[in-house]
T-cell receptor
Framework: GAVVSQHPSWVICKSGTSVKIECRSL??????MFWYRQFPKQSLMLMAT?????????EQGVEKDKFLINHASLTLSTLTVTSAHPEDSSFYIC????????????FGDGTRLSIL | QKEVEQNSGPLSVPEGAIASLNCTYS??????FFWYRQYSGKSPELIMF????GDKEDGRFTAQLNKASQYVSLLIRDSQPSDSATYLC???????????FGKGTMLLVSP
């Protein structure tokens, strides 16, 4: 069965809207989760590392004030895209390291975000 | 810049043939290597991982790692049309706890 649950799977909304994406670890507690973004025909690019009980670690070039990450419990991390614009349209995917370690990772089903 | 390189393809093979997918990486200190399969519009699915030099087999899949030459490959035996997907190589670069992905190789298996 699924190890990681990601919701919603598809969002279409107007420019300026804020969108929250949830990522749940179903089988074990995860102190760390990862958020990726994938544009069409491109590879996965790590956006940030979500850390339970502390601030997320953002990759270079990712705006922390635009992509808010909250990891309030050992099974849930959320990514909020604030004031989304068409250029934020992408496939957002979370992942959870296997059995609480760092490698390998299990991915959620992804969220297709389309900003009109 | 530390990179993971893959031929974008498409790699076309007939059903039943062996598909060979290759990946090179620039960081000689890399420790962990992963192959993911991604169908169009879906998230990646872990196929295999390998840590040590040599071959690792799992069913129709074999991962090969050569750290001296800095490449890792994935062989798919008895390829099936359902194997048609993009295959992503991912590497745990030294000093980093996260994965760096290649751009992926598209595999097309024709009936």
């Amino acid at each position: 069965g699924a190890v990681v649950s990601q919701h919603p799977s598809w969002v279409i909304c107007k420019s300026g809207t804020s969108v929250k994406i949830e990522c749940r670890s179903l089988d074990f507690q995860a102190t760390t989760m990862f958020w990726y973004r994938q544009f069409p025909k491109q590879s996965l690019m790590l956006m940030a590392t979500s850390n339970e009980g502390s601030k997320a670690t953002y990759e270079q070039g990712v705006e922390k004030d635009k992509f808010l990450i909250n990891h309030a419990s050992l099974t849930l991390s959320t990514l909020t895209v604030t004031s989304a614009h068409p250029e934020d349209s992408s496939f957002y995917i979370c992942s959870v390291p296997q059995q609480g370690g760092l490698q390998p990772q299990h991915f959620g089903d992804g969220t297709r975000l389309s900003i009109l | 810049q530390k990179e993971v390189e893959q031929n974008s393809g498409p790699l076309s093979v007939p059903e039943g043939a062996i598909a060979s997918l290759n990946c090179t990486y620039s960081d000689r200190g890399s420790q962990s290597f992963f192959w993911y399969r991604q169908y169009s519009g879906k998230s990646p699915e872990l196929i295999m991982f390998i840590y040590s030099n040599g071959d690792k087999e799992d069913g129709r899949f074999t991962a090969q790692l050569n750290k001296a030459s800095q490449y890792v490959s994935l062989l798919i035996r008895d390829s099936q049309p359902s194997d048609s997907a993009t295959y992503l190589c991912a590497v745990n670069l030294s000093g980093y706890s996260t994965l760096t992905f290649g751009k992926g190789t598209m595999l097309l298996v024709s009936p």
